[in-house]
């Protein structure tokens, strides 16, 4: 991709993403509106906050000149998939470091199968290594091995990232009380609760498990300092809905998800939105969201 290229516009995002009010009768119960903000329409290869935080960056690496770029994910990654699918349709030679050395001789999953298909080139390491990915030693031995890139971060969560996603939190200006997103890496709530207008508040639902309990909580804040030079907007964390960590899963929130699925004729994403609605259920029940108030749900994608 040269500095001609076409902008991250060119892949025609549906923006903004439509609202849709959702009658569910623990939130009617208790005066409270449900609306589910279906970031998972923008695009159908870059749904929902991947999106929001490629875009800024592909711009810069168009705008750099760059002509590949390199991040890291696990065997399932949502991340992984959308930057391979940016790279095919932009014309990005792509790099994806994937957690786990034992996968490099194994069949490839239907996650990691269709990054490839989409031109990704993928390099296995050691869980070791993939925890020291930012030091500067694994990095030059990357660049010393596959030349030149431009590096997106794990899960997508940088500056530009979270930039990118004030546009979500300025397209819900008025459209809510308090916005909920769940979160991985922190980048779209840090954006998001920067984009929000005065009175409304953002509030994540972290569905990673490990670290310090203020391990998220600094990331986000670091990643505000960093994308505007200090704090933004009001958001806090519910924690406790993590069910065990990134990608797991308990019969309770599977039969949550399928009786929401049931109810209101939607699929529900178990990484992510599952565990947000799960949340947003038991807080509403414990009366957190006040009578007459409106509680939007980012659906951030489909996996």
Request: charged residues 20%; aromatic residues 6%; positive net charge.
């Amino acid at each position: 991709m040269t500095r001609s290229s076409p902008a991250p516009q060119a892949l025609r995002p549906r923006l903004p993403s439509p609202l849709q009010p959702v009658d569910d009768e623990p939130f009617a119960r208790h005066g409270v509106r449900l609306v589910l903000k279906r970031d998972d329409l923008i695009h159908p290869a870059l749904p929902g906050n991947k999106w929001r935080k490629l875009a800024p960056n592909l711009r810069a690496a168009a705008e750099a000149g760059d002509r590949a770029l390199l991040t890291f994910g696990g065997a399932y990654s949502n991340h992984l998939r959308a930057t391979a699918a940016a790279g095919r349709l932009l014309g990005f030679d792509t790099l994806g470091v994937v957690r786990g050395d034992e996968l490099a001789h194994a069949p490839l999953n239907w996650s990691l199968a269709r990054c490839a298909a989409d031109g990704m080139r993928l390099h296995f390491v050691d869980r070791a290594t993939y925890r020291r990915k930012t030091d500067p030693d694994v990095l030059a031995a990357l660049r010393e091995g596959f030349g030149a890139f431009r590096l997106i971060p794990e899960g997508g969560s940088n500056p530009l990232a979270a930039q990118g996603c004030t546009e979500l939190g300025r397209e819900l200006r008025g459209q809510a009380d308090t916005v909920a997103v769940a979160c991985g890496t922190g980048g779209t709530l840090a954006g998001l609760a920067a984009g929000l207008g005065p009175g409304q508040r953002a509030l994540g639902v972290p569905v990673l498990k490990g670290g310090s309990p203020h391990f998220l909580h600094e990331t986000v804040a670091d990643l505000q300092r960093a994308a505007f030079g200090g704090p933004r907007g009001d958001w806090t964390l519910a924690e406790g809905f993590d069910f065990g960590g990134y990608a797991r899963r308990t019969p309770e929130l599977d039969a949550f998800a399928e009786a929401f699925e049931e109810r209101h004729g939607l699929p529900v994403e178990r990484v992510y939105v599952a565990k947000l609605l799960f949340a947003l259920t038991a807080l509403v029940e414990r009366g957190a969201f006040p009578t007459g108030s409106t509680v939007v749900a980012v659906v951030t994608g489909t996996g």
